[in-house]
């Protein structure tokens, strides 16, 4: 570690310097065999520690300054080229994600997962398959649809597409604002209004 000592006798400064030691106290026994004493009596001195971290901060930032004030570096491409790196960073680990689910899609018999080449892969045999059936088609697999709970749905508002085809299908004013719990003249507003009847 590196210690910065400043020591003073009296008005003036006997000691003042950097030192490598492993603690405060060798750093101390540094600065007295320096100043050839036996005793630290009548001396006044502080010890601070200097992280080496951030005494490479300091030479980095120094050393960028001088970099850009000579014109061997752009700024602005610096900052770009970081700002990619991040992105391609963060990307890399949704794409791996997205592989990995869609690997496991694929495993299970929901959708066929794809090499990079883009031809299919596989499947993994499924005991639970009927024998000769085709896959299940994306509204057989769709899983019903839960009923948003009554908080949330005061936040976010009525579901008016859903609304729209349970009215749709019903053809029941009464029915649909008791099913969405809302209220049937303003249901009858909205299909006056959107034209649902016709």
Same mark, same amino acid.
């Given at each position: 570690m590196t210690f910065k000592i400043v020591a003073s006798q009296g008005d003036r400064i006997v000691f003042d310097q @950097? !030192? %490598? =030691? =492993?603690?405060? @106290? %060798? =750093? @101390? %026994? !540094?600065?007295?065999?320096g100043l050839r004493l036996e005793s630290l009596t009548g001396l006044v001195y502080a010890i601070t520690e200097i992280p080496a971290a951030l005494i490479e901060e300091i030479v980095s930032a120094k050393m960028a300054r001088v970099a850009v004030g000579s014109g061997r570096i752009d700024p602005a491409k610096l900052m770009r080229e970081a700002a990619e790196a991040a992105v391609k960073q963060e990307l890399a680990a949704i794409k791996n994600r997205l592989t990995a689910l869609e690997g496991r899609k694929g495993n299970a018999g929901e959708a066929a997962s794809v090499d990079e080449e883009g031809s299919k892969l596989p499947q993994r045999f499924d005991p639970t398959a009927k024998l000769g059936a085709s896959p299940p088609s994306k509204a057989e697999r769709r899983e019903p649809t839960k009923p948003i709970p009554a908080k949330l749905r005061a936040i976010l508002g009525p579901d008016w597409k859903a609304i729209r085809r349970h009215y749709a299908k019903t053809k029941s004013i009464k029915q649909t604002a008791a099913n969405f719990d809302v209220p049937i003249n303003t249901l009858k507003a909205r299909i006056r209004r959107e034209g649902w009847s016709k």
């Open positions: @950097r !030192v %490598e =030691a =492993a603690s405060p @106290r %060798e =750093a @101390r %026994e !540094v600065m007295k065999c």
